[in-house]
T-cell receptor, first 115, second 113 residues
Framework: AQTVTQSQPEMSVQEAETVTLSCTYD???????LFWYKQPPSRQMILVIR??????QNATENRFSVNFQKAAKSFSLKISDSQLGDAAMYFC????????????FGTGTRLQVTL | DGGITQSPKYLFRKEGQNVTLSCEQN?????MYWYRQDPGQGLRLIYY???????QKGDIAEGYSVSREKKESFPLTVTSAQKNPTAFYLC????????????FGPGTRLTVT
């Protein structure tokens, strides 16, 4: 069974600084997707970034980028120029390719942004 | 605007009563999902449906039931057999082609006393 591990329950970053959130996963499959979702205090889940396992290039979305290490099964999220609005729970998630199969989530990292 | 709606936002029930949570989407997505979120845990899959009139159990289906009579709707019933029903429930949907990222509704907080 696939598992996703987020070993940092809480992280803190100063405004305008950079922070990296860690995620590792366990799978025997070679073709899959990885996601980072953000859940602010409103509890609405928002997709931050997506990575296809067959792509070697790391995904980037504005201030958000990932470091995808397929052999190490690692998928970290880097947030640059942190803003107060980045404060939220961040969840790493895994899904097999093919049909619309389920997402497997990590337990989340709570990110605080301080002035 | 296209999206997923869940109602109500907060729901209170007495122990022993069944309760149905609503989920509607107008994104024309084929697949729909129900997740449960508890403090300190990630989201856990309850049920999912990839097509009308068909659905599959997720990881924690015991005590829950679903129906999928219309493409747009995927209601979840929390039965009295669910031992610990108080939780935050999230509905999601996705296309069945492409990258399949899941879009989520705003959630329903269910409290059973």
């Amino acid at each position: 069974a696939q598992t996703v591990t987020q070993s940092q329950p809480e992280m803190s970053v100063q405004e305008a600084e950079t922070v990296t959130l860690s995620c590792t996963y366990d799978t025997s499959e070679s073709d899959y997707y990885l996601f980072w979702y953000k859940q602010p205090p409103s509890r609405q889940m928002i997709l931050v970034i997506r990575q296809e396992a067959y792509k070697q290039q790391n995904a980037t979305e504005n201030r958000f980028s990932v470091n995808f290490q397929k052999a190490a099964k690692s998928f970290s999220l880097k947030i640059s120029d942190s803003q107060l609005g980045d404060a939220a729970m961040y969840f790493c998630a895994y899904r097999l390719t093919g049909t619309a199969s389920k997402l497997t989530f990590g337990t989340g990292t709570r990110l605080q942004v301080t002035l | 605007d296209g999206g997923i709606t869940q109602s109500p936002k907060y729901l209170f029930r007495k122990e022993g009563q069944n309760v149905t949570l609503s989920c509607e989407q107008n994104l024309n997505h084929d697949a729909m999902y129900w997740y449960r979120q508890d403090p300190g845990q990630g989201l856990r899959l309850i049920y999912y449906s990839q097509i009308v009139n068909d659905f599959q159990k997720g990881d924690i289906a015991e005590g829950y039931s679903v129906s999928r009579e219309k493409k747009e709707s995927f209601p979840l019933t929390v039965t009295s057999a669910q031992k610990n029903p108080t939780a935050f429930y999230l509905c999601a949907s996705t296309r069945t082609s492409g990258a399949y990222e899941q879009y989520f509704g705003p959630g329903t907080r269910l409290t059973v006393t």
